[in-house]
Structures are given as C-alpha cells and as structure tokens.
C-alpha cells in the first residue's frame, strides 16, 4: 500500500525496466509470409502493402539466405497463381512441378535448416477466389477437404516441414494427417488456421495474390459461410479444440489486433504452440498512418506485436519481422 509500495520505482531507469520487462520480441518469435511469383528477376511491389514484395524463385532465394543471416528461423509461403491457372477444383495445386513446389525447394535446398511451412487453400488456385469448390452458390466442405490433404502431400513430397490449412474447411485437418501418414509423411507437421475469422483486414494480402472472391451470380460474395463470425468467442474455442483432436500440432488466431482476446483465452486453454497472424491489413495502416506523419512507425509496430506476443503468441506471423529484427540489432 501507498506509500510503502510505489509502482513508479521500478520504472526508474532503462536498465530497471528491462530487467522486470515480462516481454520482449526475439527473431525466434516469427514466421516470414513470403509471396512467390512466376518469372525471374521479379521484385514486385505490392499497393496496398508498401515495402513488401512478391520474389520470382530466384529472388526468392537470396531473401531466404538474407533471413536466415538476421537470426529469422521459419518462412510460410503463398504463391501468385497465373489467371490461366485457375479453375474451381484447385488441380494447379497438385502439380509437383507447381509454382509452391517449386518453391518449396528452392527454398530447402538454398537454408536447409530454415523452418519452411506453406499455406494450403484453395483460394490462389479458385477462379471464384473461394477457399473451396463451389457449387450451386455454395463452397462444398467434403470435396475441397479432399483435394486440400492432397495438396497437403503434394507440398510434403517436395519437402515442406510443415503445412498450414487456411480454408476453415470442416474435418480438413482430420483428412490431411490421414493423408499425411498414408503417405509416409508421419513427420510433416500441420500448423491449423483454427480461429480464422472472416475479416476485412484481409483485403491488401488478396490484392497481393490477385485472389479475392469474385462478383458473380451465384457466388458468394465473402467468406462468411466458412470463416468465423467476428462477434464469436465461444466458437473460437471449439474450432480450436477440434482441430487439436484432429491432430494439429500449432493452432493459429487470426488476425490478431483485433482478437487478443482470443489469443489469451486460446493460450489458456489449450496445452499446445499458439501462433497468431498480424494480418495484410494490420501491417497496412500502421504504413498508411505513417506514411501520412499520423503514427511512429517503429513505436508501433514493435508495441503491437509485443501486445499479440504478451496476450500469448508464441509465434507471430508477420509482415514486419525483418523491419522488427533489424531494429533489435
Ligand atoms: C488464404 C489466406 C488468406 C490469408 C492467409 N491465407 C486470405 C483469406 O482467407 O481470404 C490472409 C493473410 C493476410 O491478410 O495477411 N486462405
């Protein structure tokens, strides 16, 4: 009690601070989203994600050497697929000479130890940008299941340490540790999108992979029929505990600003890794603000992340991972 105790005394000096600080951002703490594109020689920029970049293969490369040399230990790849590419039943994603396998082994070959995951959906690969097969207005969950542990062995067989289902599909991950394990891939780990909530914030990244849902009659016009309702909580939980039994290794929230809440409640439930997304649309207005003169980037950039890290994120995927471990030194 006041005035035996006074909070402010250990907020004394820098040194104090850091010495009772419970938080503090590591390189070990993320996961690199690196876009991948056809061609070579291609640094592309993208709009509404100013200073990140989609990298041709052997671009791709010499990022991935570069991450590994700043101390950053896993990347999770997307591709950009080709228009010519796309269908509505994902059998681009199938193929072993494909632009994800491809890259998958570029990146293998080039840092060995570097800890590799992919996103697996069907949505780059969707000429409706849907995560599933549609059919008759609606996205089929059986089907698409079906392909997506496909697509699951597809990256395993060139190599992937881990694969990471985003479509929110119900059972996938079920079928895909199946579909693992029948094909010899006991050690391929599954990093589940479990709370994955049907988001505005992630516009920027769809303009990145050219891979938002298309106007159509009879297409649904988001995602709202497989994502999770914003205003749930509950639900949340058992996704999350679904997945776990199902055989997920890492269970993901995502995005995360808005979400800590679930990040914490997850993270205390649940006796496995938690990894949270800051998605394309968070890392986009702390840009936009900046750019404006509106916010100090650096201050909050690292004070979002060490708020998604303290909530109980033990992995963060993030935009901002090379931007953070620079500035650590
Ligand atoms: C694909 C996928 C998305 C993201 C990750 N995987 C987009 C979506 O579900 O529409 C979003 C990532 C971001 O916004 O940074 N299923």
Same mark, same amino acid.
């Given at each position: ?23 503090? +951002? ?6 690199? %989203? ?5 061609? $070579?020689?291609?640094?592309? #920029? ?18 991935? +050497? ?29 193929? =072993?000479?494909? @632009? ?9 070959? =080039? ?10 959906? @069907? ?26 542990? $496909? ?28 579909? @693992? ?13 479990? #709370? ?12 990145? @992979? ?19 309702? %914003? #205003? ?25 600003? %808005? ?5 914490? $409640? ?6 496995? %890794? ?9 890392? =986009?207005?702390?840009?936009?603000? #900046? ?19 303290? =909530? ?18």
């Amino acid at each position: 009690m006041y005035p035996i105790q006074r909070n402010r005394r250990l907020r004394k000096s820098a040194a104090l601070r850091s010495l009772v600080r419970e938080t503090t +951002l590591t390189p070990q703490d993320f996961i690199v %989203p690196l876009f991948v594109v056809e061609g $070579e020689g291609r640094k592309e #920029a993208i709009a509404s994600m100013p200073d990140y970049y989609r990298y041709s293969l052997d671009l791709l490369k010499k990022e991935v +050497l570069e991450l590994w040399e700043m101390g950053l230990r896993s990347v999770l790849l997307f591709v950009k697929v080709p228009d010519g590419l796309k269908d509505n039943t994902g059998k681009a994603a199938l193929d =072993a000479e494909g @632009l994800m396998q491809r890259a998958i082994k570029t990146v293998k070959e =080039a840092v060995p130890e570097l800890f590799v995951m992919t996103d697996v959906a @069907l949505d780059p690969y969707s000429i409706y940008g849907h995560d599933g097969i549609v059919k008759d207005g609606k996205i089929l969950n059986d089907p698409s299941v079906e392909v997506l542990a $496909e697509i699951a062995c597809s990256h395993a067989q060139a190599g992937v340490d881990m694969v990471a289902p985003s479509d929110m599909m119900d059972g996938r991950v079920f079928r895909i540790r199946q579909a @693992l394990d029948e094909g010899g891939f006991q050690d391929t780990g599954i990093m589940s999108y479990s #709370a994955k909530y049907a988001s505005a914030f992630y516009g920027p990244f769809r303009d990145a @992979l050219e891979s938002a849902p298309v106007a159509g009659r009879n297409i649904p016009k988001d995602k709202a029929t497989y994502q999770m309702d %914003p #205003a749930n909580r509950i639900e949340a939980l058992k996704e999350t505990q679904a997945d776990i039994a199902e055989g997920a290794d890492i269970v993901m929230v995502k995005p995360g600003l %808005p979400y800590l809440d679930i990040v914490r $409640e997850v993270k205390d439930h649940f006796q496995v %890794p938690v990894s949270v997304y800051q998605v394309s649309g968070e890392y =986009a207005m702390i840009k936009a603000a #900046a750019e404006k003169g509106w916010l100090d980037h650096d201050a909050v950039m690292m004070e979002q992340l060490t708020g998604i890290k303290r =909530a109980g994120a033990d992995l963060i995927a993030s935009y901002f991972a090379k931007e953070v471990v620079s500035l650590l030194g």
